[in-house]
């Protein structure tokens, strides 16, 4: 990356900072939920439902904020999502109800879907497509970065200032976008790719990702993989310990193993990276999602402590260390006008459907038990290892033909 100018520095580094503003911003919930509830007197439903109306929001802001992004200058729609979400998270101080409650998270939401594609596209316009993968890894490395450092403001803000007073601190990105403003000319960002004459940017729109039934299959096929990509990680997160501590006996702190199983997450995502830069998405894929499956299987066998934090790293490594590789494939895959709707459309419905697991695997854990729990997840990876095969556009001597196309005939 040193033959980068610093003006493509700069904008690389915010693309790849943001990731972690946001995820510190949305995971300000997974801290509060329970003063939250108490609060203003709510249900366990109602409580659960500011999660869900949030991942709702980040479906409609991906949709709305990718088709923008290609439409327009990226970057200044970038600082956009930035600030919808900020704004958004810090009004939630002034919250007395919780139907105001619901509208902020679903704006906030709406911000956090449509930052990811944006920042994914600005980072593939600037790094040369064979280190996408491995520049792409510090993105998704930055959000677990987002989530630790939530945690800590959690500790340090809440005990004083209430709940509210930990989500008056989500306005803190706003002099990250005040900075971008000034010390970064959106004009002259790199754009490997564009070719005004050829993107006719004001054409571009959703209904590209299917403009084909070969392109369709790669749509709905990479989907999958994203949803598949999120029921596993909320299962990881959401559910692991309280089974593992209560279904199996294990007596752990969740705060050991949550440091644990992201520290293996950053790993993964860098080995990740790495394979998919060097070897492919299809030998990348294939590995960690066979990985996968048979770590989050294995889990079952812990008995102790220790294997509890070494199992959580290891299937930490393998079940998250995927997700950055999706918005370097997805940005390879389709032509530079849609890639932005792409990435955001990809991931988002992959969010809004994968974050139903958790109820899922609750139904499941109350009506059966841990090992079909692990089964039913296990089997989620064989199901996004077929779609993985079923992509033409991912074996090696197709997909190393990517990364400059123009024209959605070009990728069928």
């Known amino acids: ?139 998704g490395i930055m959000g677990q970065v987002g989530s630790i450092g939530s945690a800590m403001l959690a500790s340090l803000i809440a005990p004083y200032f209430g709940w509210k007073g930990l989500f008056l601190f989500g306005l803190l990105p706003i002099i990250f976008v005040l900075w971008m403003h000034v010390a ?70 969740s705060n050991l193993w949550m440091v644990s199983t992201i520290l293996g997450m950053c790993v993964g995502m860098l080995v990740f990276g790495n394979i998919l830069d060097h070897f492919g998405p299809r030998l990348a894929y294939g590995i960690f999602l066979t990985c996968s499956m048979l770590s989050v299987y294995f889990f079952t066998y812990v008995n102790s402590m220790t294997s509890l934090l070494i199992g959580g790293a290891i299937m930490g490594f393998f079940v998250n260390g995927m997700f950055s590789g999706y918005g370097a494939v997805c940005t390879r895959l389709y032509p530079h006008h849609i890639r932005t709707i792409a990435n955001n459309t990809i991931l988002n419905v992959g969010r809004a459907v994968g974050g139903f697991s958790s109820v899922i695997i609750g139904f499941i854990l109350d009506n059966a038990g841990v090992t079909q729990v692990m089964l039913f997840i296990a089997s989620l990876y064989i199901l996004s290892f077929v779609a993985m095969l079923s992509i033409p556009a991912l074996q090696s001597k197709n997909y190393a033909k990517t990364g400059v196309t123009k024209t959605t005939e070009s990728l069928v």
């Not at 869900?52 to 200044?76: C, P």
């Not at 900020?86 to 449509?114: D, H, K, P, Q, W």
């Not at 993989?225 to 959401?238: E, K, R, S």
């Open 1 to 139: 990356m040193n033959n980068l100018n610093k003006n493509d520095k700069k904008a690389l580094f915010a693309s790849i900072f943001a990731s972690g503003l946001d995820d510190l911003n949305v995971m300000f919930l997974s801290f509060t939920l329970g003063s939250i509830i108490t609060h203003l007197g709510l249900t366990g439903v109602q409580g659960g439902f500011i999660s869900t109306i949030t991942n709702l929001g980040m479906l409609a802001g991906g949709l709305f904020f990718g088709v923008l992004a290609d439409r327009y200058n990226k970057f200044k729609v970038f600082k956009l999502t930035i600030l919808v979400f900020s704004i958004a998270t810090g009004l939630i101080f002034f919250t007395e109800s919780i139907n105001y409650l619901y509208i902020m998270r679903f704006i906030a939401g709406i911000g956090v879907g449509g930052q990811y594609g944006v920042a994914i596209s600005i980072m593939g316009g600037i790094v040369p497509s064979d280190k996408l993968g491995r520049v792409s890894s510090l993105n």
């Open 184 to 253: 970064i000319d959106e004009k002259n960002i790199t754009d490997r790719g564009a070719n005004i004459a050829t993107d006719k940017k004001e054409k571009a729109s959703i209904k590209e990702l299917f403009a084909t039934k070969k392109l369709t299959h790669q749509t709905l096929a990479l989907m999958l993989m994203t949803t598949v990509q999120i029921a596993g990680y909320f299962g990881l997160m959401n559910w692991l310990p309280t089974m593992m501590q209560q279904s199996l006996g294990i007596k752990a702190s």
